[in-house]
C-alpha cells in the first residue's frame, strides 16, 4: 500500500519535474553519500526575515493543519519560545538581542532534510525515505509509534501525536513535497515577502549564500549553518548574530548520523560469526576437562580397587600363613599332647 | 485439582494476595484508558521526551535483569560449571518472564502496537539499531520459551516431546548467548546516534560493549538476589540438590560478579580518558556520574571480594542487591537523567503516575506469574522421573 503511494507520487514527480523518487535512505552503508547532486533546498536568511509570522500561516494552510487558538497576525504569541508540535510543522522564534543595539532576530524551526538523516537511519521501518528532491519524507501506514526517531534527530523535529488513541503519526515538514513535485515553490517559501526565504538548488543556494557573506561581512556570522551540521543538510542558514544565540546548537559536529551507529552495526555479524566458534570451542575444553577429570577419577579408582586387592591378598597370604601356622602348632600341640598322654600311662604304670 | 481449589481458599487474602490483586485493578483501569485515549492521557511524554519509563525501566531494565538466564545457562553448559546446574532453570523461568513482559510492556509504549511485526513482515528498517534490537528480542524470546518448556513437559507429562527439547539444550544455549550479546550491547548502541542529547560522561562509543557487560553483571547479581528471595518463600518447593548447591552458587556468581565488576570499572575509565572527559567531573553530572561508578561499580566489586573471601554468604547477597540497584540507576541514567541534559528543567521528563502504575502493574504480573509456575512446576527440585538427567 505504502509503496504504491510512493510509486503514485514519485509518478507525479516525473510527469512535473523530471524527478523521481528515491530509494529509502540506506544512510548506514559505508559509502560515502553526500547528497543527491541535483537536490533541492531553501536558504533562510534571517537578516532579511522580519518575523511577520506569515511562513506559518502557509505552513498551516498548505498543509491543513488545524489552525491555533490566536491568529498569525499576533505577534505576541513570539514572545514564548516555542518548537514544533503535532500541529506545527515551523515555528519562527524570536531572540531579543541585548546590547548590540540590534532589534530583534528571528530563527526558523523546522525539520532541515539532513542529507543522511538520522530519522531516516534509526526508524526500524523504514518509514522515513530522503527523495531525490532532498526532502526527507514520512510514510505514516508503516510507522508503529516507536518514536526512536524522535530519539535520533539532533535537531528535535519529529513531533507526536499522543493524543491520539488509535493511529498516532509523527509529524514534521514535508518540504511540501507534493507541491515541489507538481513544480509549486513551499507555502512558506511562496509567501515570504522578504524573500529571507530562497528555494533552489541545494548547490546554488551555497553560492547564494556566500556571496550575501561576502558583500556584506560585517551584517552576516561567517558561517552557513546546514552546510556541514550532522553531515550536511538540505535547508541552509544564514544569521547575523552566533547561531547559538538564536537557540541552532553549534557542537553537533559534522559527522552524519549513520556513521555514528555503522560501527555497532559492523560488529553484528562478527559477533554472528565468531561467538558459535569461540564457544562451541570452550564447550569443547569444558567437556575435555570434565573427560580428563572423569579419567582420572577412574584411573584412581582403579589403582584403589588395585591396591585395596593386593593389600587383600596379601593380608590372606598371612592369613593362610598364620592359620597355617596356627594349624601346625595346633597339630604340634595335639601330638605333643598325645605324645604325653601316652606316656603317662606307662609311667603310671610304670609308677 | 480438588485440592488446588482448597488450597486457593485458604490463602486468598494473604498479603501478597491483597496488595497484588490492587495493584492489578488498578494497572487494568489504567490499561483501558491508556488504549482508549492514547498516550499523552496517562504518561508525561513529550515531544522533547519520547521515551520515558517505560522504555528506560520496562525496557533497558527489564532486559538487563533478565540476563540471569543466558549467563546462567552459558556457564553451566558452556563453561561447564555442572555444580551451578540447579540455578538454571529458576534463571531461565525468570529470564522467559522477563523478557515476556518487556514484549508487553512495549505494547503500552509504542503507539501503534499491533503494528510491532511491520518491521519482520512489511518493511525491515535494517540501518537502525533497534530494529536489531526488535530482532533478537523476539528470536531470543523464543529460545527462552523453549529453554524452559522442558520444565513445563515435564509437569503436563508430555516426555517425548520434552526428550527432544532436552536434545537442543546445547544449540539453544549458544543461540542465546548470541542473540543477548547482540541485543543487550545493542540496547546501548540505541543512543550512539544521539551524541548531542546524551551527557558526554555517559555518551561514549564504548556503549554498547558498557551495557554488554553490565548486563553480565545485572544478570549473575539477580541470580544470587532471586535465590535468596527464593529460598525464603520457596524453600518447601527445594529439593535436596537445590538446597546443597545454593551457597556454592552464592560464592562461586558473588567472585564472578566481583571480577566482571572491576573489569567494568577499567573501562569505564579507559572510556573516559579516550574522550578527555575529566574535566565533566567537576560538575553536577560529574558528581553524580562518580556516585554511580564509585558507589555502585567500585564499591559492590570491593564487597563482593570481601564477601567471597571470607565465605560471607550474607554480605555477597545485600552486595546483590545494592548491584542490581546500581544496573538499574546506570540505565535510567542513560535513557532519562543524563539524556536531554542539556534541555532547560522546564522540558524535562517527570513520569507522570499513570506510567508508574503501569510499570508496577507489569513487575507484579511477573511475580504473580512466577509464583504460579514454581509451585506447580519443577523448577527448585528435579522432576522424579527425569532426575540426574541434565
Ligand atoms: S532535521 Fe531531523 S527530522 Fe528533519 S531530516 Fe534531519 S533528522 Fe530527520
Ligand atoms: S516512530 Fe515511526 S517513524 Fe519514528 S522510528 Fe518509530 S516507526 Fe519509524
Ligand atoms: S516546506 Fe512546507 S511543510 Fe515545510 S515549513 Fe515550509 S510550508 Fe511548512
Known amino acids: 500500500m505504502s509503496i504504491s503511494r510512493r510509486k503514485f507520487l514519485g509518478w507525479i514527480g516525473a510527469a512535473g519535474f523530471g524527478m523521481t523518487v528515491g530509494k529509502t535512505a540506506r544512510a548506514a552503508s559505508n559509502k560515502h553519500f553526500s547528497g543527491y547532486p541535483d537536490s533541492m533546498g531553501v536558504l ?14 502557509s505552513c ?33 522564534n524570536k531572540y531579543e538581542q541585548v546590547g548590540n543595539g540590534r532589534g530583534p532576530v528571528f530563527s526558523r524551526m523546522g ?78 517559501v511562496e509567501i515570504c515577502p522578504t524573500e529571507a526565504l530562497t528555494y533552489g538548488k541545494r548547490s546554488d543556494l551555497l553560492k547564494v549564500a556566500r556571496q ?79 573427560k580428563i577429570s572423569q579419567q582420572e577419577t577412574q584411573q584412581a579408582v582403579t589403582e584403589a580397587l588395585e591396591k585395596a586387592q593386593s593389600e587383600a591378598d596379601s593380608k590372606l597370604e598371612q592369613a593362610m600363613a598364620k592359620a597355617q601356622k596356627e594349624k601346625e602348632t595346633a597339630i604340634d600341640k595335639a601330638v605333643k599332647k598325645a605324645l604325653e598322654e601316652a606316656a603317662k600311662p606307662k609311667s603310671e604304670e610304670e609308677a | ?90 534463571a531461565i523461568l525468570t529470564g522467559f518472564l522477563g523478557y515476556a513482559l518487556v514484549v508487553l510492556a512495549l505494547h503500552y509504549d509504542v503507539g501503534q502496537p499491533w503494528r510491532l511485526p511491520y518491521p519482520f513482515i512489511v518493511q525491515p528498517g535494517t540501518t537502525s539499531l533497534l530494529f536489531e534490537v526488535a530482532a533478537c528480542v523476539a528470536l531470543y524470546l523464543t529460545v527462552l520459551f523453549l529453554e524452559f518448556s522442558p520444565a513445563a513437559l515435564e509437569w503436563l507429562g508430555l516426555q517425548r516431546l520434552r526428550k527432544y527439547i532436552v536434545r537442543l539444550t546445547m544449540v539453544l544455549t549458544i543461540f542465546g548467548v548470541i542473540l543477548s550479546t547482540l541485543h543487550q550491547s545493542s540496547l546501548g548502541a540505541l543512543f550512539l546516534i544521539a551524541p548531542s542529547k546524551l551527557h558526554p560522561l555517559w555518551y561514549s562509543s564504548y556503549i554498547p560493549i558498557y551495557f554488554f557487560i553490565t548486563s553480565i553483571i545485572a544478570g549473575l547479581s539477580m541470580v544470587i538476589f532471586e535465590g535468596t528471595l527464593s529460598h525464603r518463600y520457596f524453600a518447601d518447593k527445594m529439593d535436596e540438590t537445590h ?14 560478579a566481583s571480577l566482571v565488576l572491576a573489569g567494568y570499572l577499567i573501562i569505564k575509565i579507559i572510556g573516559i580518558s579516550a574522550d578527555n572527559n575529566w574535566h565533566y567531573l567537576s560538575t553536577g553530572y560529574g558528581v553524580w556520574f562518580l556516585v554511580e561508578l564509585i558507589g555502585f561499580v567500585a564499591l559492590p566489586s570491593f564487597l563482593y571480594a570481601v564477601g567471597t573471601r571470607d565465605k560471607n554468604l550474607l554480605l555477597i547477597k545485600w552486595t ?42 507489569i513487575v507484579t504480573l511477573g511475580l504473580i506469574i512466577f509464583r504460579f509456575i514454581v509451585t506447580r512446576m519443577p523448577i527448585f527440585y528435579e522432576h522424579p522421573d527425569y532426575e540426574g538427567e541434565h
Open chain 2, 1 to 90: 485439582m480438588s485440592s488446588d481449589a482448597t488450597t486457593a481458599k485458604q490463602s486468598l487474602f494473604t498479603p501478597f494476595n491483597v496488595v497484588a490483586g490492587l495493584i492489578v485493578v488498578l494497572g487494568l483501569i489504567v490499561t483501558g484508558l491508556r488504549f482508549t485515549k492514547g498516550l499523552g492521557t496517562v504518561t508525561n511524554l513529550s515531544d522533547y521526551n519520547p521515551w520515558g519509563i517505560w522504555i528506560g525501566f520496562d525496557l533497558l531494565v527489564g532486559v538487563a535483569l533478565a540476563a540471569g538466564g543466558y549467563v546462567t545457562s552459558a556457564a553451566v553448559y558452556i563453561f561447564g560449571f555442572k555444580k551451578y546446574h540447579s540455578a538454571v532453570r529458576p
Open chain 1, 44 to 57: 533562510y536568511d534571517n537578516v532579511l526575515c522580519i518575523g511577520c509570522r506569515k511562513c506559518e500561516a
Open chain 1, 212 to 290: 550575501r557573506i561576502q558583500q556584506a561581512p560585517d551584517r552576516y556570522v561567517d558561517h552557513i549553518y546546514g552546510e556541514n551540521e550532522m553531515g550536511g543538510t538540505n535547508w541552509l542558514y544564514l544569521s547575523g548574530v552566533p547561531f547559538k544565540d538564536i537557540g541552532m546548537r553549534e557542537d553537533l559536529g559534522v559527522t552524519p548520523a549513520p556513521a555514528l551507529t555503522s560501527g555497532a552495526l559492523g560488529a553484528v555479524p562478527i559477533v554472528v560469526g565468531l561467538w558459535p566458534v569461540l564457544l562451541t570451542g570452550i564447550y569443547a575444553m569444558s567437556k575435555r576437562k570434565e
Open chain 2, 320 to 361: 546483590a542487591v545494592w548491584t542490581v540497584l546500581g544496573v538499574i540507576l546506570n540505565r535510567l541514567n542513560v535513557c532519562l537523567i543524563a539524556f536531554n541534559w542539556q534541555l532547560p528543567s522546564s522540558e524535562r521528563y517527570v513520569p507522570h503516575w499513570m506510567e508508574i502504575v503501569i510499570s508496577v502493574f
Open chain 1, 60 to 92: 498551516q494552510k498548505v498543509n491543513d493543519l488545524p489552525m491555533p487558538p490566536k491568529p498569525f497576525e499576533d505577534l505576541t504569541v513570539m514572545d514564548q519560545n516555542r518548537r514544533t508540535d503535532a500541529d506545527t510543522f515551523l515555528v519562527m
Open chain 1, 111 to 188: 525539520c532541515n532534510h539532513c542529507l543522511e538523516p538520522a530519522c531516516a537511519s534509526s526508524c526500524f521501518v523504514a518509514a522515513y525515505s530522503k527523495t531525490k528532491t532532498g526532502a526527507v519524507t514520512y510514510d505514516a501506514s508503516v510507522c508503529v509509534g516507536c518514536r526512536y526517531c524522535m530519539i535520533a534527530c539532533p535537531f528535535n523535529i519529529p513531533a507526536y501525536e499522543y493524543d491520539e488513541a488509535f493511529t498516532p503519526r509523527i509529524r514534521k515538514c514535508t518540504f511540501c513535497y507534493p507541491r515541489i513535485s507538481k513544480g509549486l515553490l513551499p507555502g512558506c
Open chain 2, 243 to 256: 538446597l546443597q548447591e545454593k551457597d556454592d552458587i552464592v560464592l562461586g556468581f558473588g567472585k564472578a
